[in-house]
């Protein structure tokens, strides 16, 4: 009985450990995902003149954070409610809301650069969550796998 509750306690601590440390690496997949976005963005408005609208309903996508920001965006050119990504700060949402807000405002040339613009300050983003993925995500699964060898050891 006594290794069962060890069990227990030693599977909730690192599922604990892992679940922050993933969301480090989620939050790395979903700029990643975002940046082939904007890439995808940049090449339809620069090649093909593609209107905005046309563009999100084409674009495909298995994360659930690019998705939800998608949905979301649409329902901000109808709506102007727009609802947060849990996974972002509220810096990083507001910049978010501040580069959708520009999305299909200006001809095509003028919204080249913005985008070019736009994809410095992303690829940048990705190049920060990288590095904190692999910093701290890391760190936190490893580190909720000793701290439940830890408590294991402390409660025998």
Do not use: H
């Not at 609208?53 to 994360?63: Q, R, S, V």
């Not at 992303?122 to 796998?145: I, Q, R, S």
């Amino acid at each position: 009985m006594k290794i069962l509750i060890l069990g227990l306690i030693f599977a909730s601590i690192s599922l604990l450990g892992f679940r922050v440390g993933n969301k480090y690496s989620e939050k790395e997949k979903f700029y990643n995902e975002f940046y082939n976005f904007l890439m995808y963005i940049k090449n339809q408005i620069g090649f093909f003149k593609t209107n905005i609208l046309e563009i999100l309903k084409e674009y495909e996508t298995k994360n659930k954070n690019l998705k939800k920001l998608i949905e979301n965006y649409i329902t901000f050119l109808n709506t102007e409610n727009y609802e947060e990504l849990n996974i972002l700060t509220k810096n990083e949402n507001e910049e978010i809301i501040k580069f959708l807000k520009g999305l299909g405002l200006n001809d095509c040339f003028t919204q080249n650069e913005f985008l070019e613009n736009y994809q410095s300050f992303f690829e940048k983003k990705l190049n920060d969550c990288k590095a904190l993925n692999l910093k701290y995500g890391a760190m936190y699964k490893k580190l909720g796998v000793l701290i439940a060898i830890f408590v294991c050891i402390l409660i025998i």
